[in-house]
């Protein structure tokens, strides 16, 4: 548990002193930034959400994957941004991949969609 928020530290710190362009470029390797990263991105800085799986709670129901509703997997979180001609989500997220991306991906898994 220690190490968990020893990494969360970690990887704040490193966020707080990079400007978005080089947060893109900066490989997190191991560290569970996705929440921090989003909370950045939205304007919601409270800790409880540096955990992914408490975007779950945060604001209200979406009912589903939909433009601008926050994703939640039980151990990543994004933002969906769009939709691919075959139909998959496009959802922008931080520490995939060690990098903030916005790619198409799959939502099965997904434990809620919240609009925030």
Known sequence: ??????????????????????ARNRRHR?????GI???????????????ARNW???GTDAGGPAVGAVVVWR???GIITGRTPSGMWIVLSGNDGGAVRNRPRSV???????WV
């Open 1 to 22: 548990m220690i190490r968990f928020f020893a990494a969360c530290f970690c990887a704040l710190f490193f966020l707080s002193l990079a400007s978005p362009a080089e």
């Open 30 to 34: 191991g560290l569970p930034w996705c």
């Open 37 to 51: 990263y989003l909370g950045k991105h939205l304007g919601k800085p409270a800790r409880s959400l540096w955990i």
């Open 56 to 58: 779950a709670r945060e």
């Open 75 to 77: 151990h990543h979180v």
């Open 108 to 114: 099965a898994g997904a434990i809620a969609f919240r």
